[in-house]
């Protein structure tokens, strides 16, 4: 701030370009309360010139939500709200995801409805992280109706909108939403790709579901340009492979294992540490031992 002092008594205004620029600096390195000050200071200039704009304390509310910071991020945007710095789709995106981590559905759709007030035309950006806010609080139901009122406001629901929502019934063990959300994907022409993929063999896995989970993992191997991305569900499904030794289907974990380096993807240490934990578990100390052995 000392150097701003001396610029601006030096030169009479520090250019809006150069604010910005240490903004996004400050952003980078997670300095939340010089970039609350510098924005403080530039409104109490209160010069045309140098004026703060949505981006700038757009970037500054993200900082601060990123880092838990909620507290930050609320007075600068009750500040932008005080100094009446434009609060369009941009603003709304980041509220959205930073209720969203706070676990504030009420004030997730309170800032709908005000956008909505002020006749702010919301983009896909603004209603995905809409949904996923409503996502992170668990109400599911709510982030699905948003697909409609998308719709209504004529934006179309992308594999982003679906792909947070099938990610959000695996992680609340609906399995049978998931797969609906699936369906209803398909159905706005919206085509899955591996993220949708990796989010169903996640949810396959919570509720036990081990069969249907290697299926979908098989079909991404069978299509040589999501090999690579097949590894992220591989671990997913390494990770519940406890349940499958468990019961006594040790030799699946080993053969998808065997499968996975046949096709050209590598298993990774969390995978291999996974099955090697899982017998140990249940007292295979031979074949952890072999698993562990063929690391070297």
């Known amino acids: 701030m000392e150097v701003f002092a001396l610029m601006e008594n030096n030169l009479g205004f520090v250019r809006k370009s150069t604010y910005a620029v240490v903004a996004s600096r400050l952003a980078n390195f997670k300095q939340v309360d010089l970039?609350?000050?510098?924005?403080?200071?530039m409104w109490r200039r209160n010069e045309e010139r140098s004026m703060p704009?949505?981006?700038?304390?757009?970037?500054a509310v993200n900082a601060a939500f990123s880092i838990?910071?909620?507290?930050?991020?609320?007075?600068?945007?009750?500040?932008?709200?005080a100094e009446g710095v434009e609060m369009g789709p941009l603003t709304v995106s980041v509220m959205a995801k930073g209720y969203g981590r706070?676990?504030?559905?009420?004030?997730?759709?309170?800032?709908?409805?005000?956008?909505?007030?002020?006749?702010?035309?919301?983009?896909?950006?603004?209603?995905?992280?809409?949904?996923?806010?409503y996502t992170r609080c668990?109400?599911?139901?709510?982030?699905?109706?948003?697909?409609?009122?998308?719709?209504a406001q004529k934006v179309h629901p992308n594999e982003t909108t679906f792909n947070t929502l099938i990610k959000g019934a695996g992680r609340a063990g609906r399995i049978d939403t998931a797969?609906?959300?699936?369906?209803?994907?398909?159905?706005?022409?919206?085509?899955?790709?591996?993220?949708?993929?990796?989010?169903?063999?996640?949810?396959?896995?919570?509720?036990?579901l081990w069969d249907r989970a290697i299926e979908i993992l098989d079909q991404m191997l069978e299509e040589k340009s999501e090999r690579k991305h097949a590894l992220i569900g591989y671990t997913s499904v390494c990770a519940g492979m406890l349940g499958l030794v468990k019961c006594g289907r040790e030799t699946d974990a080993l053969g998808l294992m065997s499968e996975m380096e046949s096709r050209g993807v590598d298993p990774d240490p969390v995978a291999f540490s996974s099955v090697i934990n899982s017998l140990l578990v249940v007292g295979n100390i031979d074949i952890a031992w072999n698993l562990l052995r063929s690391l070297r």
């Open 35 to 41: 970039l609350e000050a510098m924005l403080t200071r």
């Open 53 to 59: 704009d949505e981006r700038m304390c757009a970037l």
């Open 68 to 81: 838990r910071r909620s507290n930050v991020a609320l007075r600068i945007h009750e500040g932008m709200r």
């Open 102 to 133: 706070m676990k504030q559905p009420s004030a997730v759709t309170e800032l709908l409805n005000s956008a909505q007030q002020r006749n702010v035309d919301l983009d896909i950006v603004a209603w995905n992280s809409a949904v996923d806010a």
């Open 138 to 151: 668990g109400q599911l139901d709510k982030a699905h109706e948003l697909i409609e009122k998308m719709k």
């Open 179 to 208: 797969f609906d959300f699936l369906t209803e994907m398909r159905r706005n022409a919206c085509r899955p790709n591996h993220f949708t993929k990796n989010s169903l063999i996640d949810a396959c896995m919570r509720v036990g």
